[in-house]
């Protein structure tokens, strides 16, 4: 699998990566064994870099992470801290409460440094703070953590956490539904050596191609229970695109897909060839979708045309709804 360097970190990273929020909660049940198999199915199909959080399932997916990395050399992970406490307030991103969930998090992986810590979406407040950034310098200097970013909901936010000098990553919701940040975001990151981080690549599945009118979720499946922002930022939920306009954007991006690939494959590949992503983290419930998904970066990049047709369908169809919140 191609690599690219991952921003300010100094490692590089296969272009298609695993994204283990599905391995711990909010998408079903997941069993250990499936966790697992996740793990192992993308591995061998040459991911390098697998993204995390303590807060998915209370450190289960971290947990899950670290045994499988007891049998693995050479993989990347990267986790995010600051979501455990509700309500979100931006005076617990402080110095000591770093140090406390980066602990639990190098207990639960396994592992004396973290590879890449990320804050997990804080409040915008935060990413203005010198505090904030000075205590993550400070985890740098102790050992706890190699490097760090933030994973933001906004460009506004990923722009202002850019110009930080010690931001080595932004992981930012980046598909075919969610265009704004190609305008400025991608474009500062790269100035600047920051690595870019595409998550919700699938627009929490939309883009699959597996779904219709009728598809129905688990009650403990976010595309259940957030669709109006309930429990978390609603565009992290099928990006924010109303369910039924996310369908009709599929059906007209379908014609595009080359013969013989899916559309999660398309999907993946259209941000692979965006210039200034450094790895796609999409998720998977299966091995064999880890491996599909694994295979995207075998698809040669997209034509102009191709490019051209996904760029229409946007401005028609999502980003009346989409284009001036994120």
């Known amino acids: 699998m191609q690599k690219r360097e991952l921003g300010r970190t100094g490692r590089r990273v296969g272009v298609v990566g695993l994204g283990a929020w599905q391995l711990g909660a909010d998408w079903g049940e997941v069993d250990e064994d499936q966790a697992l198999g996740v793990l192992s199915a993308a591995a061998d ?32 992970v ?22 406390a969930w980066t602990d639990r ?24 703070s010198d505090e904030v950034f ?27 956490a850019i110009a930080r000098p010690g931001v080595a990553s932004v992981q930012i919701i980046l598909n075919a539904l969610r265009l704004g940040p190609l305008l400025e975001v991608l474009p500062a990151a790269r100035a600047a050596g920051v690595g ?9 599945g939309l883009l699959s191609g ?3 009118a009728s598809t129905t979720f688990a009650d403990n499946d976010h595309r259940s229970y957030n669709r109006n922002g309930e429990a978390f930022d609603v565009g992290e939920t099928f990006s924010g695109v109303e369910f039924e306009t996310g ?15 899916g559309m999660a494959a398309f999907a993946l590949r259209w941000i692979i060839d965006q210039p200034g992503v450094s790895v796609v983290i999409p998720g998977a419930r299966n091995a ?25 369908v946007y401005d028609e169809l999502i980003a009346p709804q989409v284009a001036d919140r994120w």
């Open 105 to 128: 998090s190098r207990e639960n992986l396994g592992v004396d440094t973290l590879d890449l810590v990320q804050l997990h979406c804080p409040p915008t407040p935060v990413y203005s």
């Open 45 to 76: 199909s040459g991911v390098t870099f697998i993204d995390t959080a303590d807060v998915y399932g209370d450190g289960r997916s971290e947990r899950l992470v670290g045994r499988f990395l007891k049998g693995r050399d050479g993989i990347t």
């Open 134 to 160: 000075d205590g993550l310098d400070t985890l740098v200097q102790e050992g706890r953590v190699a490097a760090y970013g933030v994973s933001v909901e906004t460009r506004a936010e990923a722009l202002t």
């Open 247 to 261: 369908l009709e954007a599929v059906r007209r991006l379908a014609p595009l897909v080359p013969p013989g690939a």
């Open 288 to 312: 064999s979708q880890a491996r599909a998904n694994a295979a995207a970066a075998d698809l040669p990049p997209l034509t102009a045309e191709q490019l051209e047709a996904v760029q229409g």
């Open 196 to 204: 870019i981080i595409a998550r919700v690549p699938l627009a929490s």
């Open 78 to 99: 990267a986790t995010k801290m600051g979501r455990r406490i509700a309500p979100q307030d931006p005076a617990i991103y402080a110095l000591h409460n770093f140090r």
């Open 210 to 212: 597996r779904y219709d």
